[in-house]
C-alpha cells in the first residue's frame, strides 16, 4: 500500500504562487509516476498535472499551461507542484496521486490518493 500525503496549501492573493509538496511512503515506490487533481466546490475532480517516475515526462492540463509546474524530488517520493499566477479559478482542494504505470494519460485512473489540501484565491 502507497500513502500519500499532501501539504502547503493555504489562503493566497490573486496573482500570487503556492508551492504543494506531496511525500509519498508505504511499498517500495519504483516506477509509480504521480500526479496532481483538483476539485472544486460543485464540480468534479479534474486533471491538473503528471509526471513521469524518472521526471523526464510532464503533462499539464490547459488551464495550467504555463503557469504550474510539477517535479518530482531527488530520492522519487516527492512530488511538488509550482502554482504561480493563481487565480480565483484555481480555488479547489488539490489531491496528489500516483499511478502504477511509468506514463499515465490525462485520464489514466490514479491508483492511490492523498486526503487532499485546500487551496484558496482571493480575488
Known amino acids: 500500500q502507497v500513502q500519500l500525503v499532501e501539504s502547503g496549501g493555504g489562503l493566497v492573493q490573486a496573482g500570487g504562487s503556492l508551492r504543494l509538496s506531496c511525500a509519498a511512503s508505504?511499498?517500495?515506490?519504483?516506477?509509480?509516476?504521480m500526479g496532481w487533481f483538483r476539485q472544486a466546490p460543485g464540480k468534479e475532480r479534474e486533471f491538473v498535472a503528471v509526471?513521469?517516475?524518472?521526471?523526464?515526462?510532464?503533462y499539464y492540463a490547459d488551464s495550467v499551461k504555463g503557469r504550474f509546474t510539477i517535479s518530482r524530488g531527488n530520492a522519487k517520493n516527492t512530488v511538488y507542484l509550482q502554482m504561480n499566477s493563481l487565480a480565483a479559478d484555481d480555488t479547489a482542494v488539490y489531491y496528489c496521486?500516483?499511478?502504477?504505470?511509468?506514463?499515465?494519460?490525462?485520464?489514466?485512473?490514479?491508483?492511490?490518493w492523498g486526503q487532499g489540501t485546500q487551496v484558496t484565491v482571493s480575488s
Open positions: 496521486a500516483a499511478y502504477k504505470v511509468n506514463v499515465p494519460a490525462p485520464t489514466t485512473p490514479a491508483d492511490y
Open positions: 508505504g511499498r517500495t515506490f519504483s516506477s509509480y509516476a
Open positions: 509526471i513521469s517516475w524518472s521526471g523526464g515526462r510532464t
